[in-house]
């Protein structure tokens, strides 16, 4: 793209494949106690009635939409395409790899989901060294990188 004259790289998006262990790494089991204890955060499994009757099929789309509001390139779902996920997804999902997260000093509301399917991070920007600096114990490895470029016009 450089050699096409006036592109400049923008940004640089990488993923890594992890080495998933059996149980969680004892630094996470230990922070994830403090955090639960000293926010009254409280991680727990869903039921498919939860999902489709009680609403929290949507509500993790909403999260996700408010959660990703403010990152670069984020285009947020419409409400016809979470209620086209939540009925394309949620059947065939395995609610033992999906974990919501609910703040007990909000009336329970939620405030975070992980969903685990793969040994593979989420598209992250290279600059983003916090959440990078997470993966550690489970042996990262970069094996994809993206790269989007710019050109001024005008």
Not at 18 to 35: C, F, G, H, R, S
Not at 91 to 102: H, K, N, Q, S
Request: aromatic fraction near 12%; charged fraction near 30%; hydrophobic fraction near 30%.
């Amino acid at each position: 793209m450089e050699k096409l004259g006036g592109w400049e790289k923008d940004n640089d998006y990488v993923e890594y494949r992890l080495d998933v262990p059996e149980t969680a790494p004892e630094k996470y089991t230990k922070i994830a106690e403090m955090v639960e204890k000293r926010y009254n955060l409280h991680a727990r499994k869903l039921t498919k009635k939860e999902i489709f009757e009680g609403g929290y099929g949507k509500k993790l789309f909403d999260l996700i939409n408010v959660t990703y509001s403010h990152l670069y390139g984020f285009s947020e779902l419409s409400e016809r395409q979470i209620d086209q996920y939540v009925k394309m997804y949620f059947p065939l999902a395995d609610l033992d790899l999906i974990t919501v997260v609910e703040d007990g000093n909000k009336d329970n509301q939620l405030v975070g989901l992980a969903i685990t399917m793969w040994g593979e991070t989420h598209v992250e920007m290279e600059t983003n060294e916090s959440v990078q600096s997470q993966w550690g114990p489970l042996d990262p490895t970069m094996h994809k990188k993206r790269r989007c470029y710019r050109k001024a016009i005008g």
